[in-house]
């Protein structure tokens, strides 16, 4: 009898504590989604930001301007690679002159629908999204960028990265042309 009883004893506190178990569980999954929804929802503020930066870098140069609305890469213009200094890390803008979309194929963006629509063709033009350069492969003309639009780090050519502020735009605004506008 007194086996029975110790028997029972220790099914109930074993059944009290995996309720307990489950319950801890239970309130520890609550908290990795709310942090996870934290996380997302501030991503999603700073990619928002960091695509205007670029949208509003292309507005302010009239080089870029040229570039990205009629393909026009004017000698002069500022690519990482082109320059020492361009190949530090740093922001740069990231501006693809084809059909393509805003982010690269390599690029990994969190999943949600928003950042997955960056990966989506877009009419010509694409996005413009400002990044951080974060190392430089001189050899194959790459770098590895950094974006809160995405998870990791991705690559990136040298010829889609630019310098957000272009020496060559003091010169245009200068001439009085109207070649760009």
Not at 24 to 52: D, I, M, P, R
Not at 103 to 117: E, G, I, R
Not at 166 to 173: F, G, L, N, V
């Amino acid at each position: 009898m007194k086996f029975v009883s110790s028997l029972i004893q220790n099914k109930f506190l074993a059944a009290i504590l995996a309720g307990v178990a489950s319950i801890g569980a239970f309130q520890v999954w609550q908290h990795n989604q709310a942090q996870q929804e934290k996380t997302l929802k501030q991503a999603k503020t700073n990619c928002g930001v960091y695509l205007g930066l670029g949208e509003d870098a292309v507005k302010r140069s009239p080089s870029l301007r040229a570039l990205k609305y009629d393909n026009k890469l004017l000698r002069g213009l500022e690519q990482v690679g082109s320059s020492p200094d361009l190949t530090k890390p740093g922001a740069y803008v990231m501006l693809f002159r084809t059909p393509a979309s805003t982010l690269p194929p390599n690029a990994v963006p969190f999943d949600d629908s928003f950042f997955t629509s960056l990966l989506n063709k877009e009419k010509y033009p694409p996005k413009t999204l400002m990044i951080r350069a974060v190392s430089f492969d001189l050899k194959s003309r790459q770098a590895t960028v950094e974006s809160f639009c995405t998870r990791r780090p991705f690559v990136v050519n040298f010829d889609d990265l630019y310098a957000e502020y272009q020496p060559i735009d003091r010169d245009i605004k200068r001439s009085n042309s109207d070649l760009l506008f």
